[in-house]
């Protein structure tokens, strides 16, 4: 877990460790009733759960970024294959979500594609949801992306920030997940 | 590949001629052997073209360019005389598909096989660049695919940036779809430099990783309009090459990356680019090796020659026409659009600029704007045209999953033709195929490559499936095949810009809004209970997310549970349901799975509003739900004749053709059929083009028994009007029932 979860310096040079910067050990993000996001205890049929949180410091006008990288090992394969479904059901429940006071999603939408499906080679399930992030600084873009290998599933989100693109976003997403996805392999031998 | 004719010699230069890989109205190609004994693709220009000096001019210039190119990533030259009595060339032979050919076959390529394409394909992009060259013509039908790397081929129209000869004439140099916009432009643009190499590269990455060409088809100057002023629709591009691909397509020419920049950004320092890599999914290295086999198989340096007797029966000059096997798949990157003299010619041209394509060939000076020049102009490829029947032609599933629909569109379809056959006054008579892909998507490109390469089809209907139709319309649009949906619902299939397709139902993203009303009018749902199958993946999508849309939007309670594939027992989702206050299931997936939630909600004695799509409607659920089947309720674009005011007669007549009342899709592909039969019927006696066909019908809507079909002129997509064509079935007594057409708002 330690191994494949993303650290700051993963994402790139200029990325720093935000002031929280692990999630708190044994527990897991989960949406709830109010479509607001709660840490809650690891549940039956996870084993263990990491988040890290990273951040690309604003400066010359352009505003801080915030990345995360999560891993979490399921009990069973049918397990892990539900907690995609349940980021696909997330937008269908909750179009706009509450990150925590003050910072919301809105205009949700999500896309599942899984192995073999429109090129997607490269892990067994994958849900690419994006939308807007909004704060009192603004309306910027925003993309998580899950995908599952086996019993383990990695996720990544960026928030946009000023000054950045939709397209800078989708390229930290996109370097970032299939490092995951590769560790993954490494390291339950999924791949050699 | 073809014989050799009699008229052909059995050498060139000390090169032994193994047969025709294509003909052309200057010259032809053929497969030879050196005299080392290497296979080539060697092309030799006709004297009476080698004698004007301009010609030759350009033909020396063309073997100088492919000299200069050195990249182990383009085809190199072998040899060349440019200054014989009949100037000829010689490549490497490459024995593997093109680009084009190997994605309308096998599909998009995976992400890595992407990257390796990019990032090899730019490498040779660099080398032709650091030359001093551009290639003016990077497209998918001039990439080869070898096990080890792509080969970029066709320099025929490389040249200088500063060399204007060609774009002086004010002739559009390239293939529309795949230009750059400062070459699409047209008028004043007297240098083309390496970053529109660049565009094109980022174009054919696009085609690579979606089977999409990245501004869709059409009409040549609707093409270059949208190319230089619409943004490509990137959705499907895999994210890891999705940023370098939109740079190349910056509409700016001075904002795109260098060439070395892309090789760079997908070599990914080299790691993921360099090496023996396996880039190519299986089928396609399958295909390779097929070719590669039939390669070694041929004739060696010294074998018996090819005898007069050996040569075929096509002697009388109809070279083009003939195709080697396999070779012969049309080049969806290469379809223009421009309609010719009858279905026949048009294979026959489309089938020899995919030749030309495949087979390595380089056509001095033009390239692919000289053969478009051709085609406008010149007469049609040499052969005695016979007077061919004229077919309506059937794809269907008929013998797979859904063979019940495709049956039953045959029958909808056969008595359509056979009334116009009885006609007195009928203006030809018609012949009907009917071919079966069994459900399966690659027997569903195969049948409609099939169809396409007959002459004498006008237009199809079918197919029967989402699947079977993603996987084959794309043939169809190559050889513009009016070809008519009645059962698949996917929205994609119309937004695809598909140009001869035509959507003749609602999509299934309108099927939501039908659900909704029943639910929430009739049914009398307070909270829906909205269950995405996964396992049915974008088709459950489609509909499951524009129910949930359409439900937030209107603040109507719901609760939705999307299902994992790998989940088979449905007892917690619908446990879930039902705690969170569900009074109503709406099950977005297919048959077999629909059974296994019905059977858990009759165990739960849940007695609230059980309904789904189309896919339901159909002997599949009610054997695997058996008495959990009762009173669930399909919404389906399918009618029952009998409620019809003009469906006795074609009841009548059913039932005295085939002894049986119609089955369900009947009516509406004998409805779909009779809208083409009046299309032939505007075109007169004489014998109609597929292109005329497809125009006639689009053009002018026809009132059917079961709706009014209308279509965009644009997309091919269905015409939403008062009556769709949407029904609702319940199952009674263990059969589905018609209750009439689906409501299409709340009562108050």
């Known amino acids: 877990m330690d191994h494949v979860v993303l650290r700051p310096a993963d994402w790139g040079p200029e990325f720093v460790p935000q002031a929280v910067a692990e999630s708190r050990p044994r527990t897991v993000a989960v949406l709830d009733g109010k479509c607001r996001w709660q840490r809650e205890p690891l549940p039956a049929g996870v084993w263990a759960s990491l988040s890290r949180y990273a951040e690309l410091p604003g400066r010359d006008g352009k ?112 370097q970032s997940l299939p490092q995951m996805t590769g560790r993954v392999k490494t390291r339950t031998g999924k791949e050699g | 590949m073809d014989a050799l004719c009699g008229s052909d010699p059995a050498r060139i230069a000390g090169h032994r001629l193994l047969g025709r890989l294509g003909a052309g109205g200057m010259g032809v190609v053929y497969l030879a052997r050196t005299p080392g004994g290497a296979l080539v693709a060697l092309k030799v220009i006709q004297g009476e073209y080698a004698d004007d000096t301009g010609f030759r001019d350009r033909f020396r210039r063309e073997v100088e360019v492919a000299r200069r190119v050195t990249s182990r990533w383009s085809v190199s030259l072998a040899d060349a005389d440019p200054d014989a009595a009949e100037p000829w060339l010689a490549t490497e032979f490459v024995p593997g598909p093109s680009l084009a050919e190997a994605v309308a076959l096998h599909g998009p390529l995976p992400s890595h096989g992407l990257r390796v394409l990019g990032a090899r394909l730019a490498e040779a992009l660099d080398d032709l660049h650091a030359a001093g060259l551009v290639h003016r013509d990077l497209k998918p039908g001039n990439v080869l695919l070898a096990h080890d790397g792509p080969r970029l081929i066709d320099f025929g129209i490389a040249r200088a940036p500063e060399d204007t000869s060609l774009t002086a004439t004010g002739v559009v ?32 990455l696009m085609y690579a990783a979606t089977g999409r060409a990245p501004f869709g088809g059409g009409p040549v100057d609707a093409l270059l309009y949208r190319t230089v002023h619409d943004f490509p629709d990137t959705d499907g591009v895999p994210e890891e090459v999705a940023g370098v691909v939109g740079g190349c397509l910056e509409k700016d020419p001075r904002h795109r990356p260098t060439a070395a920049e892309v090789h760079h950004a997908l070599a990914e320092g080299g790691r993921a680019a360099e090496g023996p890599v396996r880039w190519l999914a299986e089928p396609v290295l399958r295909l390779i090796a097929e070719r590669s086999a039939h390669a070694l198989a041929l004739p060696g340096i010294d074998d018996t020659e090819v005898s007069e007797g050996a040569v075929g029966d096509d002697a009388a000059g109809s070279g083009g026409e003939r195709v080697p096997p396999g070779a012969g798949h049309a080049d969806p990157a290469d379809a223009d659009g421009a309609p010719a003299g009858g279905p026949g010619s048009t294979t026959g041209r489309r089938r020899f600029l995919a030749l030309a394509g495949g087979a390595a060939l380089v056509v001095a000076g033009g390239g692919t704007a000289l053969w478009a020049a051709l085609d406008r102009e010149g007469p049609a490829p040499a052969g005695h045209p016979r007077r061919s029947p004229c077919t309506l032609a059937l794809h269907a599933d008929l013998s797979g999953g859904d063979k019940a629909t495709g049956l039953a569109q045959e029958r909808g379809l056969r008595l359509a033709v056979e009334r116009f056959n009885a006609r007195r006054n009928r203006p030809y008579t018609l012949a009907v195929r009917a071919e079966d892909d069994g459900g399966d998507p690659r027997a569903a490109l195969r049948v409609a490559k099939t169809l396409a390469a007959d002459p004498t089809v006008l237009a199809v209907v079918g197919p029967t499936t989402d699947t079977t139709a993603e996987a084959s319309l794309v043939a169809y649009d190559t050889a513009l095949v009016p070809v008519v949906a009645v059962s698949p619902g996917s929205i994609a299939l119309a937004l695809q810009g598909y140009r001869s397709f035509l959507h003749a139902r609602v999509p299934d993203s309108l099927l939501a809004f039908y659900l909704n009303v029943h639910l929430r009018g009739s049914a009398g749902s307070r909270r829906v209970g909205i269950v995405d199958d996964r396992a049915a993946d974008d088709h459950a999508w489609e509909i499951s997310s524009t129910l949930s849309k359409v439900l937030h939007r209107d603040g109507h309670p719901q609760v939705p549970e999307v299902v994992s594939a790998l989940r088979s027992d449905f007892r917690p989702p619908v446990d879930a349901l039902l705690a969170a206050g569900a009074d109503s299931v709406v099950f977005a997936g297919y048959p077999d799975r629909a059974a296994l939630i019905a059977k858990v909600l009759h165990d739960r004695r849940f007695a609230g509003a059980r309904v789904s799509a189309h896919p339901l409607l159909g002997e599949r659920f009610l054997t695997a739900a058996g008495r959990a089947a009762e009173g669930w309720v399909a919404v389906a674009p399918a009618a029952d004749p009998a409620l019809l005011p003009a469906g006795a007669a074609f009841t009548a007549a059913h039932r005295r053709r085939f002894g049986a009342v119609p089955a369900r899709y009947s009516v509406e592909a004998y409805d779909v059929t009779n809208m083409l039969l009046a299309g032939l019927e505007r075109l007169g006696r004489a014998r109609p083009t597929r292109a005329a066909l497809l125009a006639a019908v689009r053009g002018t809507p026809y009132q059917g028994i079961t709706k009014k079909f209308a279509f965009r002129a644009k997309t091919g997509e269905f015409v939403i009007g008062a009556d769709n064509g949407v029904f609702r079935w319940r199952v009674e007594r263990g059969a589905f029932r018609c209750h009439g057409p689906a409501p299409v708002s709340v009562p108050s």
């Open chain 1, 63 to 174: 505003g801080t970024v915030r990345v995360t990288a999560v891993a979490t090992v399921h009990t069973s394969e049918l397990g892990a294959d539900e907690q995609l479904s349940t980021t696909l059901e997330e937008v269908l429940r909750c179009r706009e979500q509450e990150i925590r006071p003050g910072e919301r999603l809105t205009e949700l939408g999500s896309t599942g594609t899984p192995f073999g499906l429109r090129g997607q080679q490269w892990a067994d399930d994958n849900v690419y949801e994006r939308g807007m992030y909004v704060t009192r600084e603004g309306a910027h873009p925003y993309v998580w992306s899950v995908a599952r290998v086996g019993t383990v599933t990695v996720g990544v989100s960026v928030k946009g920030a000023a000054g950045h693109t939709a397209e800078e976003l989708n390229r930290w997403v996109t």
């Open chain 2, 173 to 204: 140099v390239g293939t529309p779809g795949y230009l750059a916009p400062e070459q699409a432009g047209g008028r004043d643009v007297p240098v083309v430099g390496p970053a529109g190499d660049v565009f094109s590269l980022g174009c054919v």
